[in-house]
């Protein structure tokens, strides 16, 4: 993505919680999209032309890192932000030297993920009446 009006920067976890709740908890107070960890994580946010559109938090612990809330304006999904978002974000975390990214993904976002080389691990969980699959990325020993 070659548009000079499209900015991914790193942002305060405070900036996430608006579009978090936004796009995935939208009947949920702003509390509900808040998580213990926001604190200690990187959460970098995707801009177009000045407005927040998509966002993506990471969790680091040795060398694993977690991604969650990982969220783009539904006005605004289907045109790259979000995949744009994401790959930058597993870069940044390669450039860390993380061996293992990993999500909870929703089932029907999987095949989603699928693409940036994230594979099902064969742990399943419910959460309210959602299901997810434990995804990850893991760095192989041939790296050129």
């Not at 305060?12 to 579009?19: D, F, G, K, Q, R």
Request: glycine fraction near 6%; charged fraction near 30%.
């Amino acid at each position: 993505m070659k548009d000079n009006s499209v900015q991914i920067r790193e942002i305060p976890a405070e900036s996430t919680w608006p579009l978090r709740q936004a796009v995935m908890w939208p009947d949920k107070p702003i509390d509900y999209v808040k998580i213990d960890q926001d604190e200690q994580g990187l959460h970098y946010g995707l801009f177009v032309k000045g407005q927040l559109v998509s966002i993506v938090s990471a969790f680091v612990s040795g060398d694993s890192a977690q991604f969650r809330k990982f969220a783009t304006l539904q006005t605004e999904q289907g045109k790259g932000y979000g995949s744009h978002l994401l790959s930058f974000l597993i870069e940044a975390l390669k450039s860390m030297k993380i061996k293992k990214i990993w999500c909870n993904a929703r089932i029907n976002k999987a095949a989603y993920y699928e693409r940036f080389g994230l594979e099902k691990t064969g742990r399943y969980f419910a959460r309210g009446e959602i299901d997810y699959v434990i995804m990850e990325k893991k760095e192989t020993q041939d790296s050129r």
